[in-house]
Nanobody, 124 residues
Framework: QVQLVESGGGLVQAGGSLRLSCTAS????????MGWFRQTPGQEREFVAT????????YYADSVKGRFVISRDNAKNTVYLQLNSLKPEDEAVYYC?????????????????WGQGTQVTVSS
C-alpha cells in the first residue's frame, strides 16, 4: 500500500508559477513510477506528466510541454511538478499517482495509488 499526500496548490495569476509536491509513504519510493493528473468539474481526469522510477525518463501532455516540469527526489520520497507560465485553462485539481513500475505511464488506469488532490486556481 502507498499513501500519497499532495501540497503546494493555491491561487496564482496567469503567467505565474507554482510548485506542487507529492510525498509518498508505505513502499520504496524508488520502485514507483509517478504521475500527475488534473481534473476540472464535469471533465474526465487528464494526464499531465509522468516520471520513471529513477527519474531518467519523463513524458508530458502536449498542453503542458515546455511549461511544466516533473522531477523527483528519491531520498525525500517526493515527486514535484513545477508549473510555469500558468494559464486559466490550467486551473484544476491536481492529483499525484503511483504505480510499482520502472517506466513512464500516461493512462490513469495504469496507476494503483492516488493522492487526495490539490487545487490550483489561476486568475486572469
Amino acid at each position: 500500500q502507498v499513501q500519497l499526500v499532495e501540497s503546494g496548490g493555491g491561487l496564482v495569476q496567469a503567467g505565474g508559477s507554482l510548485r506542487l509536491s507529492c510525498t509518498a509513504s508505505g513502499r520504496t519510493f524508488s520502485s514507483l513510477t509517478m504521475g500527475w493528473f488534473r481534473q476540472t468539474p464535469g471533465q474526465e481526469r487528464e494526464f499531465v506528466a509522468t516520471i520513471s522510477w529513477r527519474g531518467l525518463s519523463t513524458y508530458y501532455a502536449d498542453s503542458v510541454k515546455g511549461r511544466f516540469v516533473i522531477s523527483r527526489d528519491n531520498a525525500k520520497n517526493t515527486v514535484y511538478l513545477q508549473l510555469n507560465s500558468l494559464k486559466p485553462e490550467d486551473e484544476a485539481v491536481y492529483y499525484c499517482a503511483a504505480k510499482s513500475s520502472s517506466g513512464t505511464l500516461s493512462y490513469d488506469r495504469d496507476y494503483d495509488y492516488w493522492g487526495q488532490g490539490t487545487q490550483v486556481t489561476v486568475s486572469s
